[in-house]
């Protein structure tokens, strides 16, 4: 009896914790969100000043460079001032017949409000200037 007692209590509190909207490993609302993926053919002809060039439109967009520029990518977040709501931009470019490929993928973490598809195309048309 004590065993099914435990057995009982381990199950419910691992089924709340998933129904939870607390929760912030698991939800609903989590698996709805989808990332949008833009890809911008640009001018330049290296990597490190098509990468400067995409921190610099998304730094005016408020999006902050996490960790420096890699050798071909880089990762910018924007916070809401609560930790709970944050964006995620992450940059890669690759070298496709001597130009510059630049592929950025928009993540919304949390309950926001910004619009993630109007920030997508407001870079895409400073990239492809």
Known sequence: MKKMTIMLSAFLLLTISVFSKTHTSFSFDNMLKAPIVIEVNTKYTSIDDALMAAKNVLLAQKFIAANGI????????????????????????????????????????????????????????????
Do not use: H, N, P, W
Not at 81 to 101: F, L, N, P, Q
Not at 102 to 128: H, M, P, R, W, Y
């Open 70 to 129: 890699q050798k071909s990518s880089f990762t910018s977040t924007r916070t809401t001032g609560s930790k709970a709501d944050y964006y995620v931009a992450d940059v890669t470019a690759t070298m496709v017949e001597g130009k510059i490929k630049l592929t950025i993928s928009f993540v919304k973490v949390g309950t926001g409000f910004l619009k993630l598809q109007k920030v997508a195309d407001t870079v895409k048309s400073e990239l492809e200037k």
